[in-house]
């Protein structure tokens, strides 16, 4: 058994650290401190119950906001009936060994590099599942829905992209990929059938009479959730956080930049790099330019930069510089077993050095989208 281990590089870095997730499941569940899950849970089973989780008073009881569509207490509704001590352990392991195998299926181009990419991403994952967070889920059905498409398993993909983005909005974004891939808009017609049908799912409980205020109360939180709160994004960095006013302007613009440069490039389609940086311009995007982005769900745009990164030709010393200054800035430091909570909290929350490096590899990755002389 052993010896297997030891000859199978994923599963010796996927059991290692499948047992800090264990563990860290287990010291968060049974010292009751899993306050992000049991918000996915009690809002699902008040969703079943007719009871509308998008108030207040959930707020005032849960310490946080639900934030999540109604499809997703559809979605939840397996893990939520799950006892107390084992929905957690589902939801959280479960997540966990799902990213570790959006990495190992990577398209083959990443052979060589699967194993470095999942371990380096590894500190920020185990980051996301103390706190039982669901930007694990966002990050794999990126990647999983980019090895679909790569095998030509179009529907697959948008069906998933469909998912992420029915149930937090962030992955429609990849929808702008399938441009890449043959049959663009038979695919694009079958994301509009399955969002709509998605977005229909609530209605089992709601009926169709009770869908639109369903909708309705969860885009009023959603709008409402903003507070003097801090995130980890250049809308709350200097210069920006002077126009955070209008953010949505400048997300606008720079979605707009990415889109157009996209387009420009249409002749570079074909190229597997290209659709790679592409992806991984578009999940950092979601991130870097966030309006409540925090430090775990980096996860998600590291996992778009090491697509990039490791399909480098070489790597100049700058290159190597900026990796393993992210690793430490968002891997190590935010973990407060190895830095002081304060300490994290001056570089990271007060000087937005992590939201400046990341900054810098996403301008790299989208010039690398640039039209070519």
Excluded at 245 to 265: K, P, S
Excluded at 287 to 315: F, N, P, Q, R, V
Aim: aromatic residues 18%; proline residues 4%; contains cysteine.
């Amino acid at each position: 058994m052993l010896k297997t281990i030891r000859n199978n590089p994923k599963l010796s870095v996927y059991l290692l650290g499948l047992v800090v997730a264990i563990a860290a499941t287990a010291i968060e569940t049974f010292r009751l401190r899993y306050a992000n899950y049991l918000v996915y849970s009690d809002s699902t089973i008040d969703f079943w119950n007719g009871v509308n989780p998008y108030t207040q008073e959930f707020v005032d009881s849960h310490g946080r906001y639900f934030l999540y569509t109604p499809v997703f207490s559809v979605l939840f509704a397996p893990i939520a009936v799950l006892p107390k001590w084992l929905g957690p352990f589902v939801w959280n392991l479960g997540n966990y060994t799902l990213f570790a195998l959006s990495v190992f299926t990577l398209p083959k181009r990443y052979d060589a590099y699967k194993v470095k990419i999942f371990l380096f991403l590894l500190l920020i994952l185990e980051e996301s599942v103390f706190p039982f967070q669901f930007n694990i889920v966002v990050a794999y059905l990126f990647l999983f829905s980019f090895s679909l498409l790569e095998r030509g398993w179009g529907l697959w993909a948008v069906l998933l992209i469909m998912i992420s983005a029915t149930t937090k909005v962030y992955g429609i974004v990849e929808l702008l990929l399938l441009f890449c891939y043959p049959k663009a808009f038979k695919r694009l017609g079958f994301a509009v059938v399955t969002g709509a049908a998605l977005l229909m799912l609530p209605a089992l409980k709601t009926g169709f009479d009770g869908l639109l205020p369903c909708y309705t109360n969860w885009w009023n939180m959603l709008t409402q959730h903003q507070s003097s709160a801090t995130y980890v994004s250049l809308l709350y960095a200097w210069p920006l956080r002077y126009v955070l006013d209008h953010y949505r302007v400048v997300q606008l613009l720079t979605i707009g930049i990415v889109v157009a440069v996209f387009f420009l490039n249409h002749h570079r389609w074909k190229d597997f790099a290209f659709r790679a940086t592409t992806l991984g311009v578009l999940m950092g995007w979601i991130i870097l330019w966030g309006d409540s982005s925090e430090t775990h769900t980096y996860l998600i745009a590291l996992s778009g930069y090491m697509l990039w990164y490791w399909l480098k030709a070489s790597h100049t010393i700058f290159d190597k510089v900026l990796f393993w200054t992210l690793i430490i800035f968002f891997g190590i430091i935010p973990t407060d077993v190895l830095v002081p909570t304060s300490v994290h909290n001056y570089l990271n929350g007060t000087l937005f050095i992590d939201v400046y490096l990341y900054a810098i590899v996403w301008c790299q990755m989208l010039f690398d989208m640039r039209v070519e002389s």
